[in-house]
């Protein structure tokens, strides 16, 4: 009797665990006595935790998102009763995202660049840009805003950072500057990143949220294309600042306002007349060649040494005094080769037809994530719980074939290309920690009804939701480092408030992303990619407080751009409805 009783009790504990950890979750975004204002209290908790560890306690970024996950992980299961299984289930399917694609474009890319390091080609360039300009403020508006540009619009999600900052570094920036630098210069041409994804998944997000025809890619790419500019043409400015202060600002605003002015000119002109998936493309390439124009005529009194001193350079049109060693033509050639090579690539794979044909099985392949069974506020099922593997037209995978061919041009072995391969995980293991423990934690906050409580708080501020609606978007890219995860997280919730408050759809919802662009300085996976990729890896809270102010400082013209954008004064800004 004792075994049956036993047995007993044993079947009724296995049934009452898989209930805990596996039965079907129904978001309820006001769980805590019907108070939406009560539940942000608790939702915003694992938010706080990471902010609160990285910019006061300056703990490890990897160790700081994991224990956010975990705060994420309680408040679900204990404030939201998000069974167990399914919470965990959620952090899962989250930090598979954060590996593939986003930690697989950012790895290939450093590879790729690593590449160029082993066959000594990286020094090359280094010495090509250092001819263009001997002055590291013109360097710096060159690599980290028109070069950083161009590899955001080909593969984003990291990639400009991973790049651009270690070139800084050999360029002669201090560790902490070449990071902080190269987050600030990812901020403009972030919302038409990765060929312009953010845009796409704002246009799938909101165009079943609202009946307004203009919820489409094309339309709100133009709308983001008459905020981000503004972004444009202060950034170089920041820079510059960043680097040399008041001094640096009075002696190469010119070059910084040519590149400003022209990339934003580009960017409006791209995304609203000719192509938005090509819009940072355009813009990067017009606003290099600008500042490439205006240093044949044009050069800055003097060129302090900033990376070991005051000791002040020769002045412009001067000799070098440094003798630098003459590389011929074609290495020149093949120094630049690697990134001819991702452009090419990356434009067939987006031919239509092509692009196309690559999103079709077996090419690509989507599957629900196994056991995780969630319910929106609606009743319907979450389509993030669905997993899309494109593995063959994903960009780490267009960034491998890069690879391949970059080994080839540069004449570097099997064996070599394959040990720096092996290096470059080794060098990210931190930041691969962290970008897969921040969206596993983006991914329990959203699945969990955490992220839609927020957002209703927000959204109760009624008409004052158009100057906070940057605000959000710039929440959603601090936490999960994308702008377009934080449009797939909020882009739905900023039309349904635009329509209860009486709003335009369209302009909250392009706001959703020009403002989330400025949080991508502070998430921390972006932060834990700079520190590692320039040696602090441990050290993201030093970064973080450096870049923080400028975030928010950038953020609230964005602010004050988008509410003047919803009154009389800007309105005409709004493309009007057909």
């Known amino acids: 009797m004792r075994r049956r009783g036993n047995g007993w009790t044993m079947t009724l504990h296995r049934y009452l665990w898989m209930a805990i950890m596996f ?42 998102g994991v224990i956010s996950l975990l705060v994420a992980l309680v408040v679900a299961v204990a404030v939201y009763a998000m069974p167990v299984g399914q919470a965990v289930l959620s952090a899962t399917e989250g930090a598979a995202f954060g590996f593939f694609p986003i930690l697989w474009i950012v790895i290939n890319a450093i590879w790729v660049y690593n590449l160029t390091v082993v066959s000594g080609h990286f020094d090359v360039l280094r010495r090509s840009m250092e001819r263009v300009s001997p002055d590291m403020r013109i360097q710096a508006v060159i690599v980290a805003f028109c070069f950083g540009a161009l590899l955001e619009a080909l593969a984003g999600f990291g990639t400009p950072v991973a790049v651009t900052v270690v070139m800084l570094m050999a360029l002669g920036f201090r560790p902490i500057q070449a990071a902080a630098v190269a987050l600030i210069a990812n901020t403009a041409p972030v919302a038409f990143g990765a060929l312009a994804t953010p845009i796409t998944t704002l246009g799938t997000v909101t165009s079943g949220a609202a009946d307004d025809p203009r919820l489409n890619p094309d339309t709100l790419g133009a709308m983001v294309g008459r905020q981000t500019p503004v972004l444009a043409v202060v950034v170089p400015l920041v820079l510059v600042a960043v680097i040399d202060g008041k001094r640096g600002v009075k002696q190469t605003w010119p070059v910084a306002l040519v590149a400003g002015v022209v990339f934003a000119g580009a960017q409006f002109v791209a995304s609203n007349y000719i192509s938005v998936p090509l819009t940072d493309i355009i813009a990067a390439l017009l606003a290099a060649a600008a500042v490439m124009l205006l240093l044949r005529r044009w050069r800055p009194v003097e060129s302090p040494n900033l990376s070991t001193g005051e ?80 593995w063959l037209p994903a960009a780490g995978t267009l960034m491998i074939l890069a690879g391949l061919i970059t080994a080839v041009l540069l004449r570097v ?37 955490q992220t839609n409580t927020l957002g209703e708080f927000l959204a109760q501020a009624g008409g004052f939701f158009v100057f906070l609606s940057s605000i959000l978007g710039w929440i959603g890219v601090a936490v999960t480092g994308s702008d377009t995860s934080a449009n797939a997280l909020f882009g739905a919730l900023q039309v349904q408030t635009a329509a209860d408050a009486g709003l335009d759809p ?30 602090m890896a441990g050290k993201e809270g030093d970064i973080f407080r450096r870049v923080v102010g400028w975030s928010v400082a950038l953020l609230l013209v964005m602010c004050v751009l988008v509410t003047l954008q919803g009154t009389p004064v800007l309105d005409w800004m709004v493309p009007a409805t057909p």
Do not use: C
């Not at 369209?506 to 520190?531: D, R, Y």
């Open 23 to 64: 039965d079907q979750f129904r978001i309820v975004t006001d769980p805590v006595g019907d108070s939406v204002a009560v539940s942000a209290v608790f939702a915003v908790l694992p938010l706080l935790t990471l902010f609160v560890l990285l910019g006061v306690v300056r703990m490890r970024a990897w160790l700081a």
């Open 413 to 449: 072995g099997a064996r070599e290309a394959l040990r720096a391969y092996g290096r470059t995980y080794v060098e990210l293991r931190h930041a691969i920690v962290t970008v897969m423990a921040v969206l596993a934690l983006a991914y329990v906050l959203n699945q969990s009804g």
């Open 311 to 390: 000791r002040p350079a020769p002045a412009s049109g001067s000799a070098v005094a440094v003798a630098e060693k003459r590389d011929t033509r074609a290495e020149v050639a093949r120094a630049y080769a690697p990134y001819l090579v991702i452009i090419v690539i990356f434009s067939i794979a987006n031919l239509g037809p092509i692009k196309a044909a690559l999103a079709e099985a077996p090419w690509t392949v989507s599957f629900g994530w196994p056991g995780l069974d969630v319910l929106g506020a609606n009743g319907k099922p979450l389509a993030s719980t669905t997993f899309t593997l494109g």
């Open 506 to 535: 369209v302009l909250l919802a392009a706001a959703n992303s020009s403002g989330g662009v400025l949080g991508k300085m502070i998430s921390p996976q972006n932060l834990a990619i700079a520190a590692s990729a320039v040696g």
